[in-house]
């Protein structure tokens, strides 16, 4: 384990001592899960040591370790970046740090553009697969094994099953596709639209791959869920901004809360591993 990892986690685990199992990445507007959480202690990302503090208005910045229907959960309310610093690995600290905390499913979520005049603002959706379009690894200059990840199963296909049937069971409403990652912080253009469109990308959005990079070297398995919060650039004479993110995040927040909480029920009865 790597010393600054080492010493985040000391740092927790001398306010939380259970072991967690699940870890849960809160992207914008989703903070609403860490509401659902039992027995809650709450650590600013500015306390733990080496751990990346986003300056993103809306990311809180907060571990929240805790239960949800029981199940020992990491919440991360709020995540860095590449866009913020340049830097493509920045979330590597805090996935060690939630994998050797015990977390060994990581379920992602964020905000994104949605591609298809058939997938609304205000819906869910499961990432099947990514179209890494930033060009950008970052797992470049991190020579320790294994150097070469298979990305052939990135999203785990049975905890992808899980999401569909939390869907099911809960009544939420849930698409599909395939997440396309540009750098941000500007949005797409039209053109770039159309090119995703024909690529065979579904999901636009500036976070989230390289994170299930950088988890599926740790090991992780992985799940992600987009709150769609406008249609891609060109679809619509709107301007896209932040602001318009959280508005339309805020209206599919009822629904990611009702999958989220159908799906940490469907993991604690029947865990993954
Ligand atoms: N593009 C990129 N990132 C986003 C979008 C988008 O349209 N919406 C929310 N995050």
Redesign the pocket.
Known sequence: MRTIVKKAVEYIEQRATKAQRLAIVLG?GLGDLVDLVEDKVTIAYADIPGFPVSGVASHAGELVLGTIHGLDVALMAGRIHYYEDGNPAAMMLPLEVLWEMGCHTLLLT????SVHESVPPASAALITDHINFSGLNPLIGDHRPPQFVDMGKAYDPELCERVRKAAKVSGAQLHEGVYVW?S?PS??TPAEINMVRKLGGDL???STVPEVILGRKQGFRIAAVSLI??Y??GMRDET?SHEH?MREAERGAENMLKLFSALIRELKDNPPE
């Open positions: 914008s964020n905000a994104a553009g540009y941000g949005f797409e636009v959005g500036m919060t406008n891609a650039a896209l993110t």
